[in-house]
């Protein structure tokens, strides 16, 4: 690994081929503000260029003469927040594998924006893990600069071949959870089931329409295209595009599936608003939900998706690649759903 002290490139031979000083490569480096985004851009468009690395501290200088490993791994978010729940679970797997193996776990995002490794968060371009877990928005962009840090990683969650290539992925089976919810709708004597999503044009939310559909087929139950309904976009909800048809004389349908729990919670109001708090509902609500504890007002189906051993998983099979060497690449570990009714 090259560093400033590299007879390679120096820090101040980025300054002199950059064109600043060397107190402004620190602060390019290391996030500071006060430099211009073109003198930004240039400084690390130098530095990937010529390999340039900063040297690590006085600490980890000794644990790599010691040991040559950081004993850290790295969850990277991209275009998202921890807090998110549709995210959030992951760190519950990966804290817990990383403890019992006497890892350090760092966390840190990106924006899904970055286009060179020195976009990157210093934690990860300058040797500070020994491997990251990954999830997100994520493109065959950031996919490509991650394997330019020529550390193992492993993505979390499902996404197109195009975007993940190479990576080992752990992700769930979509396919299983529906087909034994839709069982149950079966065993409730419902036939007419509506689908709802936000957006049909990302990749999962294809997936899950597509599940939908085999889900259907394999439990002898009609596909119907007109109860199929698609909102305004991500994050638009359902209530805008679903409160005329819930204040209809008759609904079309007597079950309604909508996989994301958020847009599932607006659609659970618009029920309770049609029949009332004291009515009898004879719709059934099929979503699937991030923690076993969440409970929507109405009856439902719920698949819960087992976020927490999705990472448990994925950063077992980090591990294996940082403290036994193994070649991870192309491996796909699927994550069965499972279902509970709420009636």
């Known amino acids: 690994m090259r560093s400033e002290n590299s007879k390679t490139i120096s820090m101040a031979d980025v300054a002199r081929l950059a064109l600043v000083s060397k107190a402004t490569v620190s602060k390019v480096l290391n996030g500071k503000p006060g430099v211009s985004e073109d003198t930004r851009a240039r400084v690390r468009r130098v530095c990937e260029e010529n390999g340039y690395r900063l040297n690590t501290s006085i600490q980890d200088l000794v644990r790599e003469r010691r040991t040559g ?57 300058d040797g500070r893990v020994d491997g990251l877990l990954i999830s997100g928005t994520l493109t065959s962009k950031t996919i490509a600069i991650v394997h330019k840090l020529g550390i ?34 079966k065993l409730a004597d419902k036939r007419r089931i509506a689908f709802f999503d936000e957006d049909l044009n990302r990749y999962l939310n294809k997936t899950i329409f597509e599940a939908f559909k085999a889900s259907l087929q394999e439990n002898d139950l009609t596909f119907y295209q007109d109860l199929v309904y698609v909102g305004a976009g991500s994050m638009a909800g359902a209530f805008s595009a679903l409160k005329d048809l819930f204040s209809a004389d008759k609904l079309p349908f007597d079950a309604i599936f909508c996989h994301d729990f958020r847009v599932a919670s607006e659609i659970s109001h618009l029920i309770t608003g ?10 059934i609500l099929v979503t ?53 009714v709420s009636l």
Request: contains cysteine.
């Open 69 to 125: 490993s950081t004993r850290s791994i790295a969850f990277v978010l991209v275009g998202k927040e921890f807090s998110d729940p549709a995210y959030s679970r992951f760190i519950d797997g990966i804290a817990g594998c990383a403890a019992e193996n006497n890892f350090h776990l760092v966390f840190t995002s990106l924006t899904g924006n970055e286009t060179l490794m020195y976009d990157l968060p210093p934690i990860l371009r």
């Open 152 to 185: 193992p990683h492993v993505v979390l969650g499902n996404y197109s071949s195009s975007i993940k290539g190479h990576s080992p992925v752990v992700e769930i089976n979509l396919s299983i959870g529906i087909y034994k919810a839709f069982e149950q709708l």
């Open 274 to 283: 049609r029949f009332g708090l004291k009515g009898a509902i004879d719709i």
């Open 288 to 340: 699937s939900r991030p923690y076993s504890y969440y409970r929507l007002p109405v009856p439902a189906v719920y698949i819960d998706d087992n976020m927490d051993s999705i990472a448990y998983s994925g950063t077992n099979l980090l591990l294996a690649a940082i403290m036994q060497g193994e070649d991870i690449s192309d491996q796909n570990i699927l994550i069965k759903s499972t279902v509970e």
